[in-house]
């Protein structure tokens, strides 16, 4: 069973940055892609960005391009998402969820095809 934990949650201002981290506890297991997915409140979740743990490949959201890098730490067993100039919008609890099935540009938002899901960190935006 892979084990998602988050972290790096917390108040910031906008135009600041934070650094979320996505501890998988079985790195090494057949998972083939983490996500992140928000949900703002009243909103459905949305995804954020998708890295594949194998080849690195990279996807985001149209809102977060040019803003959020995601990452992942091979030897660490981590994925990060840096987020930089946020903005109030960005205001969400943030997930990141492990998949085992091949994703691309049209299918890694599909939340159906995360098996495993973290409890979440919460991110402000506020002055």
């Known amino acids: 069973q892979v084990q998602l934990v988050e972290s790096g949650g917390g108040l910031v201002q906008p135009g600041g940055s934070l650094r979320l981290s996505c501890a998988d506890s079985?790195?090494?297991?057949?998972?083939?892609?983490i996500a992140w997915f928000r949900q703002a409140p009243a909103q459905g979740r949305e995804g954020v960005s998708f890295?594949?743990?194998?080849?690195?490949?990279?996807y985001y959201a149209d809102s977060v391009e040019g803003r959020f890098t995601i990452a992942r730490d091979i030897p660490k067993s981590t994925v990060y998402l840096q987020m930089n100039n946020l903005q109030p919008e960005d205001t969400a609890p943030y997930y990141c969820a492990a998949r085992s099935s091949l994703a691309d540009r049209s299918t890694w938002r599909d939340e159906a095809s995360y098996e495993n899901w973290g409890l979440g960190t919460q991110v402000n935006v506020s002055s």
């Open positions: 079985t790195f090494a297991s057949d998972a083939y892609g």
């Open positions: 890295v594949s743990k194998s080849a690195g490949r990279t």
